[in-house]
């Protein structure tokens, strides 16, 4: 396994750090007028989602972790897992845990790809895309002469997520949704 010094720290570098594959969120070096430099890393443990700051002295050492990304195709939930499908041409399925999902459940669309962290063969993390599209199946009706700046309304998806939108969107509306914030951008182009 790879070992990366703290001068090959940087985002989203994956490292092994008290038996836990982690990710790194921010890293700053810090070289202060006396002693010795060092980098003020922040970290995001990958297996229970905490994020945490630590300190490590200049030339520190950290193995990589083993864990890779994939893009894989989301297939369905039993209830206790969601289920995932290799986009390789292997066609693996991986069954993930609600742990994992986390709050990408209120994005996971069927047949939608979204990016899939392995560690051990299991999924630990799942990331959506930045924007998904998806259907209104309730909200107050829309009026006619309501505009786009006249304030808002929740509305709420097909996958149970509620959003805020304009006034103007009626039921059945497929909206596009940025999944890093939660907040409505536009109308789905139609095909």
Not at 3 to 16: C, N
Request: net charge negative; glycine share 10%; with cysteine.
């Amino acid at each position: 396994m790879a070992s990366y010094s703290t001068s090959e720290f940087k985002s989203g570098l994956k490292v092994m750090l008290d038996g836990d594959p982690c990710s790194i969120l921010e890293n700053e070096f810090v070289k202060p007028g006396k002693g010795q430099a060092f980098n003020r890393v922040k970290m995001r443990n990958l297996k229970t989602g905490r994020v945490w700051e630590r300190t490590f002295k200049s030339g520190e050492k950290l193995d990589g972790a083993d864990v890779m990304d994939y893009d894989m195709e989301y297939l369905y939930t039993d209830g206790e897992f969601y289920h995932f499908m290799a986009t390789d041409g292997s066609f693996e399925q991986y069954p993930a845990h609600p742990d994992a999902v986390a709050d990408t459940k209120n994005w996971l669309k069927e047949q939608e790809k979204y990016e899939v962290t392995l560690y051990n063969g299991s999924p630990i993390s799942v990331t959506p895309p930045n924007f998904v599209e998806l259907e209104v199946v309730e909200t107050d009706p829309g009026l006619k002469g309501d505009t786009a700046n006249g304030g808002s309304k929740p509305a709420t998806l097909t996958t149970g997520a509620v959003v805020r939108v304009p006034l103007f969107i009626n039921i059945g509306e497929v909206l596009r949704i940025d999944t890093r914030t939660g907040d409505y951008v536009s109308r789905a182009k139609g095909d």
